[in-house]
């Protein structure tokens, strides 16, 4: 079932927000060494090497997913995922860390992550909204509950027992994995003459050839290099602004669950909205994001800044839910698997440039303000650039609608014409 594997994934696929989590897992890793700075910061970089892999790796995915379809990519990429948590779980130097958690793991999760948003294409059309706001809203679940379960087991049973009881959760998604039943099939390579064939047999020009796929593609990545800043220093800037006793964990509560009644909402609402105009719910979700990523500094109480996050996760959850039922709209069921998996490898590099840029204007400003600020630009400039695509889909079909026109007004025309040649009495009816 694909919202069990959604659930099991987020642990290191719910973003930006789950930086927290990775902060919580780090910093307990071996809490005894840590004597200087520097070696905090090194461990820091192995939960963001595991979330940048993770996306970095989805267009050779979709490539793979294409050609073996979703039951056996889910199960590899599943089993990939085990055998790199279980090795980190023996693992004691940081060096080896960043290659079985950092690489193996997250390319495991890679791979099986995608398979569980293509798959649903092959069940649902009319409800694909709805459905893929029920699967993505289980992360928002993990969301809430993973940073108390991670702290109480680290606590209690140490990094290394916690990792074995996570590969639990790893085995139930290979478990998972074996329920996809794909309805359509994988595409098979066509066989050529020469040994090394063609990029084009593998990865899928078609989707380049939509304008409005082009437009989608690098928008949504234009708008993500300030998205994820909030919730990556959100706990920093609270900590800054109301002191170390601030209750910052109600912030993380209500960004999970305002995001996952987005995901529900917006899953329904999508559903009703005809065509690529389903778009135009991803533009107010960046929109309202940007504004609320600006609105952060002006809030000198505790109480805006709840209401900044109900709003924030509530249209994250807009986002998130309708980034498959978009992708289905522009280039069809049968393109879909590379399509997505182009836009998350873009994805990848916003992700991993936008918060460094905003720690670096903190530690030289000693102000988050300024980084918030510059935070809400982006999400609303690749917004409006979105909105060229309804119109672009627009122009597309009237265009094919009045070739087609042509095409049988030419062949009416074609057929009066051989009629006429083969009628010896025409000439005469003619004079």
Same mark, same amino acid.
């Given at each position: ?6 659930n099991?994934?987020s642990?290191?696929?719910n973003?930006?927000?789950?930086e ?14 840590l004597k ?17 892999m993770?996306f ?10 294409d ?17 790199g948590l279980?090795a980190?779980s023996?693992v004691?130097?940081l060096d ?5 958690y950092g !690489? ?5 999760c ?35 509950v993973l ?8 606590e ?11 590969? !639990?959760?790893m ?12 309805? !359509?099939p ?8 020469s ?8 990865f %899928?020009?078609n ?6 796929y082009r ?14 800043v ?6 920093k ?10 209750n910052k ?12 009644l987005?995901r ?21 979700s960046?929109l309202?994001i940007?504004?609320m990523?600006m609105?952060?500094?002006?809030? %000198?109480?505790?109480?805006g ?5 109900l ?6 959850g807009?986002f ?22 182009f836009?998350l490898?873009?994805?990848s ?5 936008g918060p460094?840029?905003a ?17 809400? !630009?982006p ?10 695509i309804p119109?672009v ?9 009045q070739?087609q026109?042509?095409?049988v007004?030419?062949?009416?025309l ?18």
């Amino acid at each position: 079932m694909p919202y069990i594997e959604q659930n099991i994934l987020s642990l290191p696929l719910n973003y930006g927000r789950l930086e927290q989590d990775h902060v919580i897992y780090n910093t307990k890793l071996d809490q005894n060494s840590l004597k200087d700075k520097q070696l905090k910061c090194d461990q820091s970089w192995v939960g963001s090497l595991s979330m940048g892999m993770i996306f970095f790796c989805s267009p050779i995915v979709s490539v793979f997913n294409d050609l073996l379809g979703c039951r056996v990519l889910a199960v590899g990429g599943a089993s990939v995922g085990f055998v790199g948590l279980l090795a980190s779980s023996f693992v004691t130097s940081l060096d080896f860390l960043y290659f079985t958690y950092g !690489i193996v793991f997250a390319c495991g999760c890679s791979f099986a992550y995608q398979p569980s948003l293509v798959i649903l294409g092959h069940y649902f059309k009319k409800r694909l909204g709805l459905v893929n706001g029920i699967v993505t809203a289980g992360s928002s679940v993990f969301t809430m509950v993973l940073p108390f379960i991670l702290s109480w087991l680290l606590e209690k049973v140490g990094r290394q027992n916690t990792m074995r009881i996570l590969c !639990i959760l790893m085995f139930v998604l290979i478990l998972a994995g074996f329920t996809y039943k794909p309805l !359509i099939p994988a595409k098979t390579r066509k066989r050529t003459g020469s040994r090394c064939p063609g990029l084009g047999q593998f990865f %899928n020009v078609n989707i380049w050839k939509s304008l409005g796929y082009r437009i989608w593609a690098f928008g949504v990545p234009a708008a993500l290099y300030g998205y994820f800043v909030p919730y990556v220093h959100l706990m920093k800037h609270v900590e800054e602004r109301f002191g170390q006793d601030a209750n910052k964990e109600v912030l993380l509560l209500c960004l999970g669950i305002s995001s996952g009644l987005g995901r529900l909402i917006f899953g329904v609402v999508a559903d009703y909205v005809h065509g690529v105009n389903k778009v135009y719910l991803q533009v107010s979700s960046f929109l309202v994001i940007g504004l609320m990523s600006m609105m952060i500094p002006l809030c %000198n109480i505790f109480g805006g800044l709840i209401a900044v996050c109900l709003l924030m996760g509530l249209f994250d959850g807009c986002f998130i839910c309708i980034m498959a039922p978009i992708a289905f709209e522009l280039v069809g069921s049968e393109n879909v698997s590379q399509a997505i998996g182009f836009l998350l490898g873009l994805m990848s590099v916003p992700m991993t440039v936008g918060p460094p840029i905003a720690g670096f204007l903190r530690d030289r400003l000693n102000s988050y303000d300024l980084a918030f600020y510059l935070a809400g !630009i982006p999400p609303m400039v690749g917004g409006a650039v979105l909105c060229l695509i309804p119109w672009v889909e627009a122009r597309r079909k009237r265009q094919k609608a009045q070739a087609q026109e042509r095409d049988v007004s030419q062949k009416m025309l074609d057929s009066e014409k051989a009629q006429g040649d083969d009628d010896p009495r025409t000439g005469e009816s003619v004079l």
